[in-house]
């Protein structure tokens, strides 16, 4: 007679696809104690009906020797599972006649009930079943729900989802995994990847989503896509950094016009002040751009200086600069602003070449301010800007 793992006999019965009666009783577990007494029961049968003889001892191939599965027994967790008062008496009686032998605080497990009996919420099912379902309370759980404070992060994620598509981006869903040629440089690799286009852990939401652009090249002039997701960066001895990041890729927009959706996207959330981005061009009128997420959303949750409206007007005025290569536009903007108190705003204008038009708003919030007093700031300007 066979004791065979359930486990195995259930893995090897579904990948074959052969259901027999013999897997339907074994892959339930057989009562391993039962095993020799129906062996001996089956040997003293057959030599008194056959007049057979016993020719050998009885042999174990295995040797395997089952310890007796004991659970801590707890009469109150039971009767607070069942919601109602059951005295130990009915417990220990209920049990025993189910096979279980109690000593103390622990209770035996029978062999038939081996694998079926693990933990003390089991052993509170099985006295609850012989004290009857229905003659238990009719009463809803009490207690109060938890409270859960808004998730700000979350509201946010959805107000940026909900403004790029009211700009005309699709948003991806893209897998975590991607290609060695779409990994980047560091990028961990999976150990057990379902095929080569996902051997690794991206580094990075743009090259996928210019994978996206290529692939769809056909479908229209203009296209503008984003995803918010996280990436994973290796770190040496402990799990991978996971910043959520902020991805976006379009085609055939113009690149004013996509700096300009970014910097709106930054009102809409709430994000302030100055700030810098990088923006890379790709052959064939490809734009993107990448940002962290979470730093955005520390930006956004800063606290807000209210600064009162003045009851006086400003005076704008556009300036033309001609800039080299190695200039950048923050630093220009950072040198105007300084300049003087007085300069409110700068913002870029126009680009043609190496000449920037910047449009410039001057205000005097304690009084009104003049074309004189703006004449002696532009011309402060220009002098800082040449030197």
């Known amino acids: 007679m066979q004791v065979y793992d359930p486990v195995r006999i259930r893995k090897s019965s579904m990948s074959l696809g052969h259901r027999t009666e013999a897997a339907l009783r074994f892959e ?7 095993v020799v007494p129906s062996l001996q029961t089956a040997v003293g049968m057959l030599t008194e009906l056959t007049g057979g003889e016993v020719s050998s001892e009885l042999i174990d191939i295995t040797g395997t020797v089952y310890t007796k599965k004991h659970i801590k027994i707890d009469y109150e967790k039971i009767n607070k599972i069942a919601g109602t008062e059951i005295t130990k008496d009915f417990v220990n009686s209920t049990l025993s006649s189910l096979g279980f032998v109690i000593k103390g605080s622990d209770v035996y497990i029978p062999s038939w009930r081996y694998d079926d009996i693990d933990l003390a919420e089991d052993l509170a099912e099985e006295v609850i079943r012989i004290y009857g379902y229905q003659n238990l309370p009719n009463k809803l759980p009490g207690g109060t729900l938890p409270h859960y404070g808004r998730n700000n992060n979350f509201s946010l994620e959805e107000k940026a989802k909900d403004f790029l598509k009211h700009m005309g981006f699709f948003e991806c869903y893209n897998y975590s995994a991607v290609s060695g040629a779409l990994a980047g440089h560091g990028a961990l690799r999976v150990k057990n990847p379902l095929n080569a286009d996902l051997e690794f ?24 896509l984003f995803e918010l997701a996280p990436v994973y960066l290796s770190k040496n001895g402990d799990l991978p950094d996971q910043p959520y990041m902020l991805g976006m890729a379009v085609r055939g927009v113009d690149f004013l016009v996509f700096k300009g959706i970014i910097e709106a996207l930054f009102q809409e959330l709430g994000v302030f002040g100055d700030f810098s981005f990088n923006i890379t061009e790709y052959p064939g009128g490809v734009l993107s751009c990448e940002m962290s997420f979470e730093e955005i959303a520390i930006a956004a949750g800063n606290d807000k200086v209210y600064t009162p409206l003045t009851g006086f007007n400003s005076i704008k005025e556009d300036i033309t600069i001609t800039v080299g290569n190695d200039t950048t536009f923050s630093d220009i903007v950072s040198e105007v602003s ?14 043609y070449g190496y000449a920037l038009t910047l449009s410039i708003e001057f205000l005097d919030r304690s009084k009104q301010i003049t074309s004189e007093e703006t004449k002696n700031i532009r011309e402060l300007i220009i002098k800082n800007l040449d030197s």
């Open 201 to 224: 852990l991206r580094t990075s939401l743009t090259p996928k989503l210019l994978d996206i652009l290529n692939r769809n090249r056909g479908y229209s002039e203009t296209v503008k």
């Open 28 to 34: 339930k577990g057989v009562d391993f104690e039962s």
């Open 338 to 351: 300084n300049t003087d108190d007085r300069v409110n705003k700068v913002s870029f204008k126009d680009i």
